[in-house]
């Protein structure tokens, strides 16, 4: 009679395949939302056809999403909460998860470091596609527009690439708009950074009044309106007990 031994334990390929999977979820934060399964194979060095088939268990599983487009992947919700839970506890998810549960629109928190954009806290209800173009090209983003109102300079030293039809990219087109979100502390965004899309973001502030990020709503051009003063309200006051 022959005994068959169970094994509990991984098969000598499920480690290989765990490995492989946390380097797609490694690759796809680094590339950020919208990173495709080709650029996502090509940094992780994972054959094509399997990366292709861990991405689909990965989304399957919740711990990335596929963006509206179908263009390409972003971290999904299970991901973030695993990262949320490492995070040192504050305040802000309870107040972002209230704004939240006022509005229809996408919440999403940036942080600025080095004159760059960082997305922190994505509205996991909201999928945010696009965000390579939003960090890249901060003139065309209200987002970015909150960062360069404090750093003037960066509308001479960045590339003002034209994303769309709307883009501001003449500098002195793009100083006076500045000035305004810097007078005003709200910036829009109106199919500038991707048509049909639409965004007002308010700075975020250290105690000593300098900007750490900003705080925005994000939603369909024509559904979103982005000079309501009640819906600046909202946001300025949130804003106002984040900390970065």
């Given at each position: 009679m022959t005994t068959t031994t169970r094994r509990d334990g991984p098969t000598g390929h499920e480690p290989r395949a765990v490995q492989?999977?946390?380097?797609?979820?490694?690759?796809?934060?680094?590339?950020g939302s919208g990173a495709t399964a080709k650029d996502i194979a090509a940094q992780t060095g994972i054959a094509p056809a399997t990366a292709y088939r861990l991405l689909n268990l990965l989304v399957a599983d919740g711990y990335l999403v596929r963006i509206e487009d179908l263009s390409g992947f972003a971290l999904g919700r299970r991901t973030r909460?695993?990262?949320?839970?490492?995070?040192?506890?504050?305040?802000?998810?309870?107040?972002?998860?209230?704004?939240?549960a006022q509005l229809r629109?996408?919440?999403?928190?940036?942080?600025?470091?080095?004159?760059?954009?960082?997305?922190?806290?994505?509205?996991?209800?909201?999928e945010l596609s696009g965000e390579k173009v939003l960090v890249s090209y901060p003139h065309a983003s209200a987002i970015g527009k909150i960062l360069?109102?404090?750093?003037?300079?960066?509308?001479?030293?960045?590339?003002?690439?034209?994303?769309?039809?709307?883009?501001?990219?003449?500098a002195a087109d793009l100083a006076v708009e500045l000035r305004g979100v810097a007078a005003n502390a709200v910036a829009v965004e109106v199919n500038e950074c991707r048509l049909g899309r639409s965004a007002v973001a308010v700075p975020v502030r250290a105690a000593d009044g300098t900007?750490?990020?900003a705080l925005a709503a994000i939603g369909k051009?024509?559904?979103?309106?982005?000079?309501?003063?009640d819906l600046i309200d909202l946001l300025t006051s949130a804003a106002d007990q984040l900390t970065l």
């Open positions: 492989k999977a946390l380097a797609l979820l490694e690759a796809v934060a680094r590339l909460e695993l990262a949320g839970a490492a995070e040192p506890v504050s305040g802000n998810p309870r107040i972002l998860g209230e704004l939240r629109f996408g919440i999403h928190l940036a942080a600025f470091a080095g004159g760059r954009i960082r997305m922190i806290d994505k509205d996991p209800d909201h360069m109102a404090q750093h003037p300079e960066f509308a001479y030293e960045a590339t003002l690439r034209k994303v769309t039809t709307f883009t501001i990219t003449a900007v750490t990020g051009t024509g559904r979103l309106p982005v000079h309501d003063r």
